[in-house]
């Protein structure tokens, strides 16, 4: 049985991701601040994590560890939006997002990297998003950690090459999760986090000769 590492995923797009790798047979160990205990599969495993923290990410890859050999798919998408203009913005939201955002990718992949090598069909995805190829205003740091967080991407793609493990960038635009709770706007000016667990799916069925670089998504009706 394959198995995946999902951060951040009992809510929204990393749920969604969780859930058509379960409906594919995988085995996936995902991390959420808190457990959800109304999303249950027997081959769902979650453990409780801060990963916006170094130690957070040593205890949920050293969990991971502790049970796996082999890794075959990581998908980074832990992350956070705190909206404010940059010189506007609460002190702190910087170092939080950046450490959220970016920081556990950076830590996550390399605290598994040797179980993803010893993958047949190796896969790394990071769940970036528009805004790290737009900036938005009231985007302020989110935008810097995201953007941050496409070149880490671009870095790893081109370090692990010789290694056949495929890197990609996911770029969602506004999708329906927690993030855009209470909003008024209608349902259909968001894209759906099926939508981009779909998409993730079908690039990881790809040839083992073809990689999807960049993933973007955004709605029909274009960007909020």
């Known amino acids: 049985m394959k198995v995946a590492i999902v951060s951040g995923g009992t809510k929204?797009?990393?749920?969604?991701?969780?859930?058509?790798?379960?409906?594919?047979?995988?085995?996936?160990?995902?991390?959420?601040?808190?457990?959800?205990?109304?999303?249950?599969?027997?081959?769902?495993?979650?453990?409780?994590?801060?990963?916006?923290?170094?130690?957070g990410v040593l205890d949920f890859s050293n969990f991971i560890s502790n049970q796996e050999t082999v890794v075959d798919i990581l998908v980074n998408n832990v992350g956070v939006?705190?909206?404010?203009?940059?010189?506007?913005?609460?002190?702190?939201?910087?170092?939080?997002?950046?450490?959220?955002?970016?920081?556990?990718?950076y830590h996550l992949t390399r605290q598994t990297i040797a179980q993803i090598r010893k993958s047949q069909k190796p896969y790394i995805f990071n769940i970036c998003s528009t805004a790290s190829i737009t900036p938005y205003l009231n985007g302020g740091s989110y935008c810097i950690s995201k953007y941050a967080q496409l070149g880490f991407?671009?870095?790893?793609?081109?370090?692990?090459?010789?290694?056949?493990?495929?890197?990609?960038?996911?770029?969602?635009?506004?999708?329906?999760?927690?993030?855009?709770a209470g909003t008024d706007l209608p349902k259909n000016r968001f894209s759906e986090p099926e939508s981009i667990a779909k998409l993730l799916w079908t690039a990881y069925e790809l040839s083992d000769t073809t990689v999807m670089e960049e993933i973007i998504l955004r709605p029909v009706a274009g960007d909020i």
């Open 81 to 105: 939006f705190m909206p404010g203009k940059l010189m506007d913005e609460e002190e702190g939201s910087f170092e939080i997002q950046i450490n959220t955002n970016l920081a556990s990718s």
């Open 12 to 55: 929204g797009i990393g749920k969604a991701i969780c859930q058509i790798l379960l409906d594919n047979g995988l085995k996936v160990y995902t991390s959420a601040r808190n457990i959800d205990p109304n999303f249950t599969h027997q081959n769902l495993f979650q453990f409780a994590s801060d990963l916006s923290t170094k130690q």
């Open 153 to 180: 991407t671009k870095v790893l793609r081109e370090e692990l090459k010789e290694d056949n493990i495929k890197v990609s960038a996911v770029l969602p635009g506004a999708t329906l999760t927690n993030s855009w």
